[in-house]
């Protein structure tokens, strides 16, 4: 019920809201199961919740800040043994009066959304932890290659839950018609919170320097990557707002979905995929920029993997790969022919774009490989971008932001928290 619907358009649409009365009956069941938690049947579905989980989030004002929305009841007195010493409905809520006296109040739909079944679970989990994703092969990026406007973004919270939501789903889309400025992507950044910092600075310029501090500073082909895999928490999201491109050929970026090559090889090269899993790779960059010396290490797997056994960030780079591998003589020539595989089926399943002058590409530095061919270099033909960083943490809270302001879910916060 909770569902986001996906946006195929370029365009934004309005999800229409959730209608309470699509959530909750006005007719509930209320009975004790076993000793220690409640159970409700709203609209036939049956619900359980255990009394501790209902007593810690009682949303009164003695138990939660409304402006914070923050818990602050005192734990110091909190009992876990909690019980109901009644409990009653009213027309779209629940009245619970505890054994210690106190009283609370919860509207059914908030309930259910927060409720313990799988679907209602992953129903919250979609709309407001995080959208789910969806893998792409380079066969189908201009079915799944969305385009927004940058005007639309700057002016338009419609517009810009839109590009977010599909940015999280698909890990890239483009931004057209930007202005010619090395502070137009600034707004684009603003409209989110704010830039990472790393030692290049807050933003980056991308054009062909010869005595450069990184290889992406070269007209020469820039191998598949991805950007800064040695820091701990590498950037999220790369925006390279193309100021000027190159009118050689060349300039082209190869994106690939690194979860669509993992999900592939965990499925037909298991032991390949379980070693690019597992074994720790050394990352470095070591230099100087503006004056700022730099040694950066970081120690990851090509795939690392969260407890769920679902992917959390791929590091790929060949130009910023240590040459200390921290693995037994033994994992070595495994572990390099399970990278070449790697590496082989991102170029087998890339697809290939090249920006013009006023597009901003943003993609999901934790997701996608990104490379560029090689281009010519001169007085008279100049290719310049404009780069910046934005983590996924701002960008996710931005977008349950908006979820909850546009209002496409309900039963976020009661009535009355709602600001």
């Known amino acids: 019920m909770f569902a986001l619907k996906r946006f195929q358009s370029c365009r934004f649409k309005f999800i229409p809201k959730i209608i309470a009365t699509q959530i909750h009956s006005h007719s509930v069941l209320l009975k004790y199961t076993n000793e220690d938690h409640l159970k409700l049947n709203i609209k036939g579905n049956d619900l359980k919740f255990p009394f501790v989980w209902l007593r810690d989030n009682c949303q009164c004002d003695q138990c939660f800040h409304r402006t914070a929305k923050s818990r ?3 734990w110091t007195k909190f009992d876990i043994n909690i019980k109901p010493a009644n409990v009653a409905q009213g027309e779209n809520s629940l009245q619970v009066t505890w054994s210690d006296g106190h009283k609370s109040s919860y509207e059914f739909d908030w309930l259910k959304f927060r409720s313990f079944t799988p679907e209602n679970q992953k129903t919250y989990k979609d709309t407001i932890f995080r959208p789910k994703r969806i893998t792409w092969h380079g066969d189908d990026f201009e079915n799944i290659f969305s385009k927004h406007y940058y005007n639309d973004i700057v002016k338009s919270e419609e517009a810009l839950y839109n590009w977010l939501h599909q940015l999280s789903i698909y890990g890239v889309a483009l931004i057209q018609n930007t202005p010619a400025s090395e502070t137009a992507v600034d707004k684009i950044v603003d409209k989110i919170g704010f830039t990472k910092r790393t030692h290049y600075g807050i933003k980056f310029i991308v ?12 007209s020469s082909n820039l191998q598949m990557h991805t950007d800064l895999p040695y820091y701990e928490y590498c950037p999220g999201v790369n925006l390279l707002h193309c100021l000027v491109q190159t009118a050689s050929r060349g ?6 979905d690194c979860h669509y090559v993992a999900n592939y090889m965990k499925e037909n090269h298991p032991d390949e995929y379980k070693i690019l899993t597992d074994t720790e790779v050394e990352w470095n960059d070591i230099g100087e920029e503006d004056g700022n010396e730099f040694y ?5 797997p090509v795939i690392s993997l969260d407890k769920h056994g679902e992917i959390t960030k791929i590091n790929f780079s060949v130009a910023q790969r240590s040459s200390n591998l921290p693995a037994p003589y033994e994992s070595v020539i495994p572990w390099y022919k399970s990278y070449a595989l790697f590496h082989n089926l991102g170029r087998k399943f890339a697809a290939k774009y090249k920006t013009q002058d006023g597009d901003i590409l943003v993609f999901d530095n934790r997701r996608l490989l990104h490379s560029r061919s090689a281009y010519e270099d001169n007085s008279n033909n100049v290719r310049k971008l404009i780069g910046a960083y934005v983590d996924w943490d701002e960008i996710y809270s931005r977008l349950r932001c908006l979820t909850v302001k546009l209002k496409y879910v309900d039963g976020i916060f009661q009535s009355n928290h709602r600001g």
């Open 207 to 218: 054009q062909h320097v010869a005595n450069t501090s990184n290889v992406a500073y070269l």
């Open 72 to 74: 602050i009841l005192d």
């Open 251 to 256: 300039g082209e970026n190869l994106l690939v």
């Open 296 to 300: 950066k290490l970081n120690r990851s």
